[in-house]
């Protein structure tokens, strides 16, 4: 596995990564699982981002802090990393910044295609996390990433739950630079290019409807 990939070793982590596979967890229980998971992922993947010195008085004295150096601004990748959004956000500071990507497969060709792109223009001066859910065969987080990158973010990063190793090689492969941290790398992809085992479309388990009460 290339250097540039963190992944999580941490029983808590899998204890959501257990909920979020297991296919009788409904949609609320889901979703409050990516977030926990998420919020895990991101202190890991920030966790050496680059600090300045200041201070700050505390009732008692003058003290020596750590902040960040720059800007953060966090890039969901729509729809499933939409859900990474808000638990990625309560750890930000208040400054951070916030862009939307939205990727769809092109029918006609299959590749990935943007369909919504809502990023703030100036990045270079910034450390940028992009987010989604899964990683499978890496075309989306590749497509996304090229979009970002034309804005020269002073750093970039990739912060997902599940990955497969077919798509980890592929953004590695464009992406030799780019930190990618996941909560778990699975065995491989299917045919249909879903992650195996998994935990099915992340996009339909997180917005399903509630089911009806039994009668």
């Known amino acids: 596995m290339s250097d540039s990939v963190r992944v999580l070793d941490s ?13 009788d967890t409904p949609s609320p229980a889901f979703r409050r699982a990516v977030g926990c998971l998420t919020t895990l992922v991101i ?8 600090a300045r010195e200041s201070t700050v008085t505390t009732p008692m004295a003058v003290a020596h802090v750590r902040r960040a150096a720059r800007r953060i ?4 990748i729509l729809r499933a990393g ?3 959004l808000d638990p990625a956000l309560a750890l930000m500071p208040e400054r951070a910044r916030v862009g ?6 092109d029918e006609a060709t299959l590749k990935p295609r943007v369909y919504l792109e809502s990023i703030p223009d100036d990045l270079s001066a910034d450390d940028v996390v992009a987010l989604d859910v899964m990683v499978a065969t890496g075309g989306s987080c590749v497509a996304a ?3 970002i990158a034309k804005l020269r973010p002073a750093s970039l990063r990739l912060a997902g739950l599940i990955a497969a190793p077919e798509g980890l090689e592929r953004v590695t492969a464009a992406y030799p630079d780019v930190q990618i941290t996941v909560a778990a790398v699975d065995e491989r992809l299917n045919e249909r290019g879903f992650i195996m085992p998994g935990l099915g479309d992340a996009g339909d388990r997180l917005y399903a409807p509630a089911r009806p009460p039994e009668p």
């Open 82 to 84: 939409l859900a990474m």
């Open 100 to 105: 939307f990507l939205g990727m769809a497969r």
């Open 11 to 23: 029983t808590l982590a899998d204890e959501h990564l257990a909920l979020l596979r297991d296919r």
């Open 145 to 147: 990433l090229d979009e």
């Open 73 to 76: 601004t966090v890039i969901p």
């Open 43 to 50: 202190a890991e993947a920030l966790r050496d981002l680059e």
